[in-house]
Protein backbone atom coordinates (compact mmCIF):
# COMPACT_ATOMS: atom_id res chain seq x y z
CA UNK A 1 0.00 0.00 0.00
CA UNK A 2 1.55 3.43 -0.83
CA UNK A 3 1.04 6.62 0.28
CA UNK A 4 0.18 9.77 -1.73
CA UNK A 5 2.78 12.61 -1.35
CA UNK A 6 0.50 15.01 0.46
CA UNK A 7 -0.42 11.97 3.27
CA UNK A 8 3.06 11.35 3.78
CA UNK A 9 3.60 15.21 4.51
CA UNK A 10 0.53 15.11 6.71
CA UNK A 11 1.63 11.87 8.78
CA UNK A 12 4.99 13.42 8.75
CA UNK A 13 4.17 16.95 10.39
CA UNK A 14 1.06 15.71 12.10
CA UNK A 15 3.60 14.45 15.25
CA UNK A 16 5.14 17.14 14.91
CA UNK A 17 2.36 20.35 15.59
CA UNK A 18 1.16 17.25 18.51
CA UNK A 19 4.89 17.28 20.30
CA UNK A 20 4.87 20.91 20.62
CA UNK A 21 2.09 21.31 21.86
CA UNK A 22 2.50 18.35 24.39
CA UNK A 23 6.03 19.62 25.78
CA UNK A 24 4.29 23.14 26.27
CA UNK A 25 1.49 21.19 28.19
CA UNK A 26 3.91 19.26 30.08
CA UNK A 27 6.55 22.16 30.61
CA UNK A 28 3.65 24.22 32.23
CA UNK A 29 2.92 21.55 34.62
CA UNK A 30 6.25 21.45 35.87
CA UNK A 31 7.34 24.85 36.38
CA UNK A 32 3.96 25.13 38.57
CA UNK A 33 4.74 22.13 40.77
CA UNK A 34 8.51 22.89 40.90
CA UNK A 35 7.94 26.85 41.62
CA UNK A 36 4.61 26.74 43.83
CA UNK A 37 3.16 23.33 44.87
CA UNK A 38 5.98 21.51 46.29
CA UNK A 39 7.23 24.28 48.34
CA UNK A 40 3.71 24.92 49.96
CA UNK A 41 3.55 24.14 53.67
CA UNK A 42 1.92 20.05 53.59
CA UNK A 43 -1.73 20.27 55.19
CA UNK A 44 -3.92 22.98 55.19
CA UNK A 45 -6.44 23.13 58.36
CA UNK A 46 -10.18 22.65 57.89
CA UNK A 47 -11.58 26.20 58.57
CA UNK A 48 -15.11 25.40 60.77
CA UNK A 49 -16.68 27.66 62.15
CA UNK A 50 -17.51 27.15 65.93
CA UNK A 51 -20.67 27.82 67.24
CA UNK A 52 -21.76 30.95 69.15
CA UNK A 53 -22.04 31.05 72.60
CA UNK A 54 -25.59 31.31 73.90
CA UNK A 55 -26.79 33.95 75.98
CA UNK A 56 -27.43 34.21 80.24
CA UNK A 57 -30.59 33.99 79.44
CA UNK A 58 -31.37 31.07 77.46
CA UNK A 59 -34.74 30.24 75.91
CA UNK A 60 -36.28 27.56 73.62
CA UNK A 61 -35.14 29.36 70.65
CA UNK A 62 -31.84 29.73 71.76
CA UNK A 63 -31.59 26.58 72.59
CA UNK A 64 -32.86 25.46 68.98
CA UNK A 65 -30.24 27.58 67.83
CA UNK A 66 -27.62 26.16 69.35
CA UNK A 67 -28.34 23.01 68.67
CA UNK A 68 -28.58 23.89 64.86
CA UNK A 69 -24.96 25.14 65.18
CA UNK A 70 -23.67 22.47 67.09
CA UNK A 71 -25.45 19.96 64.18
CA UNK A 72 -24.00 21.89 61.51
CA UNK A 73 -20.24 21.87 62.53
CA UNK A 74 -20.51 18.34 63.17
CA UNK A 75 -22.11 18.03 59.58
CA UNK A 76 -19.05 20.21 57.92
CA UNK A 77 -16.43 18.05 59.60
CA UNK A 78 -18.04 15.15 58.22
CA UNK A 79 -17.70 16.68 54.98
CA UNK A 80 -14.38 17.73 55.39
CA UNK A 81 -13.38 14.43 56.01
CA UNK A 82 -15.25 12.24 53.67
CA UNK A 83 -16.61 14.11 50.61
CA UNK A 84 -13.79 16.45 50.20
CA UNK A 85 -10.96 14.26 50.89
CA UNK A 86 -10.38 13.91 46.98
CA UNK A 87 -10.34 17.99 46.75
CA UNK A 88 -8.02 18.56 49.84
CA UNK A 89 -5.04 15.96 48.76
CA UNK A 90 -4.87 17.53 45.74
CA UNK A 91 -4.29 21.05 47.04
CA UNK A 92 -2.18 19.61 49.56
CA UNK A 93 -0.64 16.15 48.68
CA UNK A 94 3.26 16.17 47.88
CA UNK A 95 3.37 12.71 46.67
CA UNK A 96 0.52 13.60 43.94
CA UNK A 97 2.21 16.80 42.70
CA UNK A 98 5.61 14.28 42.43
CA UNK A 99 3.91 11.91 40.48
CA UNK A 100 2.46 14.22 38.01
CA UNK A 101 5.76 15.62 38.13
CA UNK A 102 7.71 12.58 36.99
CA UNK A 103 4.96 11.55 34.37
CA UNK A 104 5.40 16.15 32.91
CA UNK A 105 9.04 15.01 33.14
CA UNK A 106 8.89 12.13 30.87
CA UNK A 107 6.11 13.68 28.82
CA UNK A 108 8.48 16.22 27.58
CA UNK A 109 11.46 13.41 27.15
CA UNK A 110 8.72 11.08 24.77
CA UNK A 111 7.20 14.51 22.76
CA UNK A 112 10.49 15.68 22.19
CA UNK A 113 11.38 12.47 20.66
CA UNK A 114 7.97 12.42 18.79
CA UNK A 115 9.09 16.48 17.81
CA UNK A 116 11.21 15.07 15.55
CA UNK A 117 9.33 12.36 13.71
CA UNK A 118 10.93 10.95 10.22
CA UNK A 119 13.45 13.63 10.76
CA UNK A 120 15.78 10.65 12.84
CA UNK A 121 14.99 8.23 10.04
CA UNK A 122 18.31 7.12 7.85
CA UNK A 123 17.88 8.53 4.51
CA UNK A 124 18.23 4.61 2.49
CA UNK A 125 16.00 3.31 4.78
CA UNK A 126 13.99 0.86 3.64
CA UNK A 127 10.06 1.25 4.45
CA UNK A 128 6.63 -0.76 3.06
CA UNK A 129 5.73 3.46 3.38
CA UNK A 130 6.98 6.13 1.92
CA UNK A 131 8.20 8.14 4.20
CA UNK A 132 8.52 11.85 3.56
CA UNK A 133 11.35 14.58 5.24
CA UNK A 134 13.37 10.97 6.35
CA UNK A 135 17.31 12.70 6.13
CA UNK A 136 19.06 10.79 9.68
CA UNK A 137 21.23 7.68 10.20
CA UNK A 138 21.52 4.72 11.99
CA UNK A 139 23.01 6.73 15.03
CA UNK A 140 19.77 9.46 14.56
CA UNK A 141 17.72 6.80 14.74
CA UNK A 142 19.16 4.69 17.76
CA UNK A 143 18.78 8.22 19.90
CA UNK A 144 15.80 8.65 18.75
CA UNK A 145 14.34 5.17 19.73
CA UNK A 146 16.05 5.16 22.52
CA UNK A 147 13.73 8.23 24.01
CA UNK A 148 10.54 7.05 22.78
CA UNK A 149 11.38 3.94 24.37
CA UNK A 150 11.87 5.76 27.63
CA UNK A 151 8.15 7.23 27.26
CA UNK A 152 6.45 4.01 28.42
CA UNK A 153 7.53 5.90 31.70
CA UNK A 154 4.47 8.02 31.49
CA UNK A 155 1.43 4.90 30.81
CA UNK A 156 3.30 3.73 34.12
CA UNK A 157 3.35 7.15 36.20
CA UNK A 158 -0.83 7.33 35.24
CA UNK A 159 -0.70 3.57 36.45
CA UNK A 160 0.74 4.92 39.90
CA UNK A 161 -1.59 8.09 40.06
CA UNK A 162 -4.65 5.85 40.14
CA UNK A 163 -3.09 3.53 42.57
CA UNK A 164 -2.58 6.86 45.02
CA UNK A 165 -6.05 7.64 44.43
CA UNK A 166 -6.77 4.48 45.20
CA UNK A 167 -4.54 3.87 48.37
CA UNK A 168 -5.81 7.60 49.77
CA UNK A 169 -9.27 7.79 49.06
CA UNK A 170 -10.56 4.36 48.98
CA UNK A 171 -8.35 2.81 51.27
CA UNK A 172 -7.91 5.32 53.85
CA UNK A 173 -4.10 5.30 53.50
CA UNK A 174 -1.99 8.94 55.01
CA UNK A 175 0.30 11.26 53.31
CA UNK A 176 2.91 9.65 55.60
CA UNK A 177 2.06 6.01 54.70
CA UNK A 178 2.17 6.40 50.57
CA UNK A 179 5.28 8.83 51.00
CA UNK A 180 6.83 5.71 52.93
CA UNK A 181 5.82 2.73 51.39
CA UNK A 182 4.09 2.81 48.18
CA UNK A 183 5.71 5.96 46.69
CA UNK A 184 9.39 5.19 46.84
CA UNK A 185 8.87 1.72 45.00
CA UNK A 186 6.92 3.08 42.50
CA UNK A 187 9.22 5.80 41.64
CA UNK A 188 12.03 3.54 41.40
CA UNK A 189 10.13 0.53 39.64
CA UNK A 190 9.00 2.79 36.76
CA UNK A 191 12.82 4.42 36.64
CA UNK A 192 14.27 1.30 36.62
CA UNK A 193 11.46 -0.49 33.74
CA UNK A 194 11.81 2.64 31.99
CA UNK A 195 15.85 2.98 31.55
CA UNK A 196 16.46 -0.95 31.71
CA UNK A 197 14.11 -1.40 28.73
CA UNK A 198 15.64 1.34 26.42
CA UNK A 199 19.16 0.48 27.24
CA UNK A 200 18.90 -3.03 26.38
CA UNK A 201 17.24 -1.52 22.92
CA UNK A 202 20.42 -0.21 22.45
CA UNK A 203 22.69 -2.98 23.25
CA UNK A 204 20.10 -5.41 21.08
CA UNK A 205 20.14 -2.83 17.95
CA UNK A 206 16.06 -2.72 18.43
CA UNK A 207 15.93 0.88 16.75
CA UNK A 208 14.89 1.33 13.65
CA UNK A 209 12.93 2.75 10.94
CA UNK A 210 9.25 1.71 12.70
CA UNK A 211 7.24 4.48 8.96
CA UNK A 212 6.37 7.16 11.68
CA UNK A 213 9.72 7.33 13.48
CA UNK A 214 12.13 5.21 15.15
CA UNK A 215 11.43 2.57 17.60
CA UNK A 216 11.67 -1.00 17.85
CA UNK A 217 11.39 -2.37 14.71
CA UNK A 218 13.60 -5.11 12.17
CA UNK A 219 15.71 -4.08 9.99
CA UNK A 220 15.24 -5.33 6.88
CA UNK A 221 11.69 -4.80 7.59
CA UNK A 222 10.75 -7.96 5.49
CA UNK A 223 13.76 -10.05 7.51
CA UNK A 224 13.12 -13.35 9.01
CA UNK A 225 13.90 -13.21 12.51
CA UNK A 226 14.57 -16.14 14.69
CA UNK A 227 11.80 -16.49 16.69
CA UNK A 228 10.22 -17.97 13.89
CA UNK A 229 12.30 -19.85 11.98
CA UNK A 230 11.73 -21.06 8.51
CA UNK A 231 10.29 -24.73 7.48
CA UNK A 232 12.58 -25.02 4.97
CA UNK A 233 15.93 -23.79 4.72
CA UNK A 234 14.87 -21.93 1.08
CA UNK A 235 12.82 -19.62 2.51
CA UNK A 236 15.35 -17.80 3.79
CA UNK A 237 16.27 -17.26 -0.18
CA UNK A 238 13.43 -16.55 -1.43
CA UNK A 239 9.28 -16.04 -1.00
CA UNK A 240 7.18 -17.28 -3.21
CA UNK A 241 4.54 -14.15 -3.13
CA UNK A 242 6.07 -11.47 -4.00
CA UNK A 243 9.11 -12.99 -5.17
CA UNK A 244 11.61 -11.45 -2.84
CA UNK A 245 14.17 -12.87 -1.10
CA UNK A 246 14.50 -12.91 2.87
CA UNK A 247 17.43 -12.86 4.76
CA UNK A 248 18.23 -13.20 8.03
CA UNK A 249 17.69 -9.53 10.41
CA UNK A 250 20.61 -7.57 10.30
CA UNK A 251 18.96 -5.34 13.48
CA UNK A 252 16.25 -5.90 15.49
CA UNK A 253 16.12 -9.79 15.32
CA UNK A 254 12.57 -10.37 17.32
CA UNK A 255 11.47 -7.24 17.70
CA UNK A 256 8.08 -8.61 17.60
CA UNK A 257 8.79 -10.03 20.42
CA UNK A 258 10.26 -6.87 22.11
CA UNK A 259 7.84 -4.80 20.91
CA UNK A 260 5.05 -6.51 23.48
CA UNK A 261 7.34 -7.11 26.25
CA UNK A 262 9.15 -3.64 26.50
CA UNK A 263 5.83 -1.68 25.48
CA UNK A 264 2.54 -3.13 24.42
CA UNK A 265 2.21 -6.00 27.17
CA UNK A 266 2.45 -3.36 30.12
CA UNK A 267 0.47 -0.67 28.29
CA UNK A 268 -2.64 -3.31 27.82
CA UNK A 269 -2.20 -3.75 31.26
CA UNK A 270 -2.50 -0.71 32.17
CA UNK A 271 -5.83 -0.37 30.47
CA UNK A 272 -7.95 -2.30 32.52
CA UNK A 273 -6.47 -0.79 36.18
CA UNK A 274 -6.89 2.42 35.17
CA UNK A 275 -10.65 2.34 34.53
CA UNK A 276 -11.01 0.02 37.33
CA UNK A 277 -9.07 1.91 39.86
CA UNK A 278 -11.25 5.13 38.81
CA UNK A 279 -14.17 3.19 39.12
CA UNK A 280 -13.71 2.12 42.56
CA UNK A 281 -12.33 5.64 43.35
CA UNK A 282 -15.85 7.08 42.14
CA UNK A 283 -17.71 4.24 43.90
CA UNK A 284 -16.39 4.64 47.21
CA UNK A 285 -17.03 8.89 46.73
CA UNK A 286 -20.24 8.24 45.82
CA UNK A 287 -21.19 5.56 49.07
CA UNK A 288 -19.84 8.64 50.92
CA UNK A 289 -21.86 10.92 49.81
CA UNK A 290 -24.62 8.52 50.02
CA UNK A 291 -23.91 8.12 53.86
CA UNK A 292 -23.70 11.64 54.15
CA UNK A 293 -27.14 12.51 52.49
CA UNK A 294 -28.58 10.33 54.78
CA UNK A 295 -27.37 11.96 57.72
CA UNK A 296 -28.59 14.53 56.78
CA UNK A 297 -31.89 13.76 56.04
CA UNK A 298 -31.54 12.06 60.26
CA UNK A 299 -30.33 15.79 60.87
CA UNK A 300 -33.44 17.45 59.11
CA UNK A 301 -35.57 15.19 60.97
CA UNK A 302 -34.47 16.17 64.57
CA UNK A 303 -34.14 20.03 63.65
CA UNK A 304 -38.14 19.79 62.41
CA UNK A 305 -38.69 17.51 66.09
CA UNK A 306 -36.73 20.60 67.86
CA UNK A 307 -38.93 23.02 66.24
CA UNK A 308 -42.58 21.70 67.01
CA UNK A 309 -41.35 21.26 70.63
CA UNK A 310 -39.68 24.88 70.19
CA UNK A 311 -43.18 26.17 69.16
CA UNK A 312 -45.17 23.87 72.07
CA UNK A 313 -42.78 25.65 74.31
CA UNK A 314 -43.01 29.25 73.32
CA UNK A 315 -47.10 28.75 72.93
CA UNK A 316 -46.88 27.96 76.88
CA UNK A 317 -44.54 30.44 77.74
CA UNK A 318 -47.01 32.97 76.36
CA UNK A 319 -50.11 31.35 77.94
CA UNK A 320 -48.15 31.43 81.27
CA UNK A 321 -47.19 34.76 80.87
CA UNK A 322 -50.67 36.23 79.99
CA UNK A 323 -51.92 34.36 83.12
CA UNK A 324 -49.51 35.95 85.20
CA UNK A 325 -50.49 39.28 83.92
CA UNK A 326 -53.70 38.39 84.26
CA UNK A 327 -53.46 37.66 88.11
CA UNK A 328 -51.81 40.62 88.92
CA UNK A 329 -54.05 42.65 92.06
CA UNK A 330 -55.82 45.98 90.81
CA UNK A 331 -54.69 49.17 92.27
CA UNK A 332 -57.02 50.96 94.56
CA UNK A 333 -59.86 53.39 92.89
CA UNK A 334 -61.15 55.39 95.62
CA UNK A 335 -59.58 58.53 94.17
CA UNK A 336 -60.62 60.09 90.79
CA UNK A 337 -57.24 60.93 89.35
CA UNK A 338 -55.05 58.37 88.06
CA UNK A 339 -52.35 57.79 90.88
CA UNK A 340 -48.69 57.53 89.74
CA UNK A 341 -47.06 54.46 88.92
CA UNK A 342 -44.78 53.93 91.67
CA UNK A 343 -41.09 52.50 91.62
CA UNK A 344 -42.56 48.75 92.47
CA UNK A 345 -44.59 49.29 89.76
CA UNK A 346 -42.21 49.99 87.45
CA UNK A 347 -39.70 47.50 88.11
CA UNK A 348 -42.43 44.26 88.26
CA UNK A 349 -44.43 45.89 85.47
CA UNK A 350 -42.70 48.00 82.65
CA UNK A 351 -39.31 46.42 82.89
CA UNK A 352 -40.41 42.84 82.65
CA UNK A 353 -41.95 43.76 79.67
CA UNK A 354 -39.51 45.61 78.77
CA UNK A 355 -37.31 43.00 79.46
CA UNK A 356 -39.67 40.21 76.78
CA UNK A 357 -39.20 42.86 74.14
CA UNK A 358 -35.62 42.49 74.58
CA UNK A 359 -35.69 38.68 74.68
CA UNK A 360 -37.92 38.65 71.56
CA UNK A 361 -35.67 41.09 69.87
CA UNK A 362 -32.18 39.00 70.88
CA UNK A 363 -33.48 35.73 70.10
CA UNK A 364 -34.25 34.65 67.01
CA UNK A 365 -37.83 33.22 66.66
CA UNK A 366 -38.15 29.07 66.05
CA UNK A 367 -39.74 29.11 62.75
CA UNK A 368 -36.49 31.74 61.87
CA UNK A 369 -34.41 29.58 63.40
CA UNK A 370 -35.47 26.13 61.55
CA UNK A 371 -35.68 27.59 58.05
CA UNK A 372 -32.07 28.59 58.45
CA UNK A 373 -31.06 24.84 59.43
CA UNK A 374 -32.62 23.33 56.90
CA UNK A 375 -31.55 25.74 54.49
CA UNK A 376 -27.93 24.85 55.88
CA UNK A 377 -28.87 21.17 55.21
CA UNK A 378 -29.62 21.54 51.77
CA UNK A 379 -26.65 23.50 51.03
CA UNK A 380 -24.44 21.34 52.60
CA UNK A 381 -25.90 18.58 50.42
CA UNK A 382 -25.46 20.44 47.18
CA UNK A 383 -21.99 20.80 48.67
CA UNK A 384 -21.31 17.13 49.20
CA UNK A 385 -22.92 16.84 45.52
CA UNK A 386 -21.10 19.38 43.67
CA UNK A 387 -17.63 17.66 45.28
CA UNK A 388 -18.62 14.07 44.32
CA UNK A 389 -18.86 15.13 40.96
CA UNK A 390 -15.57 16.58 40.88
CA UNK A 391 -14.12 13.47 41.94
CA UNK A 392 -15.73 11.64 39.27
CA UNK A 393 -14.73 13.99 36.66
CA UNK A 394 -11.26 14.74 37.38
CA UNK A 395 -10.30 11.02 37.36
CA UNK A 396 -12.28 10.49 34.17
CA UNK A 397 -10.56 13.56 32.40
CA UNK A 398 -7.27 11.87 33.71
CA UNK A 399 -8.76 8.52 32.28
CA UNK A 400 -9.34 9.79 28.83
CA UNK A 401 -6.35 11.85 28.74
CA UNK A 402 -4.51 8.29 29.28
CA UNK A 403 -6.67 6.27 26.86
CA UNK A 404 -7.24 9.04 24.10
CA UNK A 405 -3.22 8.81 23.67
CA UNK A 406 -3.11 5.27 22.91
CA UNK A 407 -6.38 4.03 21.41
CA UNK A 408 -5.11 4.41 18.18
CA UNK A 409 -1.69 2.88 18.37
CA UNK A 410 -3.86 0.18 20.31
CA UNK A 411 -5.91 -0.34 17.34
CA UNK A 412 -3.22 -0.02 14.82
CA UNK A 413 -0.92 -2.79 15.97
CA UNK A 414 -4.00 -4.71 17.19
CA UNK A 415 -4.57 -5.05 13.15
CA UNK A 416 -1.43 -5.95 12.29
CA UNK A 417 -0.69 -8.63 14.86
CA UNK A 418 -4.38 -9.77 13.03
CA UNK A 419 -2.12 -9.12 9.78
CA UNK A 420 -4.49 -6.32 8.46
CA UNK A 421 -3.36 -3.54 6.82
CA UNK A 422 -4.91 -0.12 8.71
CA UNK A 423 -6.21 2.66 6.86
CA UNK A 424 -3.97 5.46 6.36
CA UNK A 425 -6.76 7.53 8.61
CA UNK A 426 -5.62 5.34 11.68
CA UNK A 427 -2.11 5.58 10.92
CA UNK A 428 -2.71 9.64 11.37
CA UNK A 429 -4.75 9.43 14.57
CA UNK A 430 -1.78 7.55 15.81
CA UNK A 431 0.85 9.88 14.96
CA UNK A 432 -1.65 13.09 16.16
CA UNK A 433 -2.68 11.73 19.48
CA UNK A 434 0.12 9.47 21.28
CA UNK A 435 2.78 12.57 21.32
CA UNK A 436 -0.39 14.66 22.63
CA UNK A 437 -0.88 13.53 26.26
CA UNK A 438 1.14 15.93 27.84
CA UNK A 439 -1.34 18.70 26.75
CA UNK A 440 -4.63 16.58 27.94
CA UNK A 441 -3.11 16.27 31.05
CA UNK A 442 -2.32 20.05 31.31
CA UNK A 443 -6.00 20.83 31.00
CA UNK A 444 -6.69 18.38 33.07
CA UNK A 445 -4.41 19.86 35.63
CA UNK A 446 -4.84 23.47 35.40
CA UNK A 447 -8.95 22.59 34.94
CA UNK A 448 -10.05 23.06 38.62
CA UNK A 449 -9.00 26.59 38.63
CA UNK A 450 -10.89 27.90 35.69
CA UNK A 451 -13.65 25.91 36.82
CA UNK A 452 -12.97 25.59 40.53
CA UNK A 453 -15.37 23.86 42.91
CA UNK A 454 -18.36 26.46 44.38
CA UNK A 455 -18.30 26.89 47.85
CA UNK A 456 -21.99 27.13 49.10
CA UNK A 457 -21.14 28.27 52.60
CA UNK A 458 -18.12 30.15 53.68
CA UNK A 459 -17.73 27.29 56.72
CA UNK A 460 -16.87 24.97 54.26
CA UNK A 461 -13.14 24.82 52.76
CA UNK A 462 -12.96 23.11 48.91
CA UNK A 463 -9.14 23.64 47.72
CA UNK A 464 -9.14 22.40 44.44
CA UNK A 465 -5.74 21.86 42.99
CA UNK A 466 -5.98 19.00 40.23
Known sequence: MSWTPTQQAAIAIAPKVSGMLSIIG??????????????????????????????????????????????????????SKSTSKFTSILATSTSHHRIILGMSISDCIISCAHFFSSWPIPADADSEFSIYGNIGNTMTCSAQGFFI?????????????????????????????????????????????????????????????????????????????TFQPPVDESDYLFDAIDGSTKEPCDRGDNSFIYRFAFWYGPLWLMFPWVVLGMTLVYLHVLKQDKKME???????????????????????????????EESRPDKDDDTSLPAEPSMTDLSTGDISERERMDSSQSH???????????????????????????????????????????????????????EKQPHWSLFFMFALLKPLQGLMN?????????????????????????
Not at 39 to 45: I, N
Not at 51 to 66: A, D, R, V
Not at 404 to 415: E, H, K, L, P, Q
Not at 448 to 465: H, W
Open 26 to 79: SCCIVYDIVCFQLRRQDGVPTVITSPETPPQKTSCCSILSFCSNISCARINNSI
Open 149 to 225: QLGIMVPLYNSLLVLYFVLTIRRGWTEADFQQYAGPIGHTLIWIFGLGTAVAGLFLNLYNNANLWCWIASYPQDCVQ
Open 294 to 324: SYLIDYTEKVTDMHEKAKQMEAQHRRMSKHA
Open 364 to 418: PNSTTVHDQAIQTCNELKRTARVRSNAVALQGIFYMLAFLASYMFSTVVRSMQLA
Open 442 to 466: GFVYFRPRFFPVPKNRPNISAPMSA
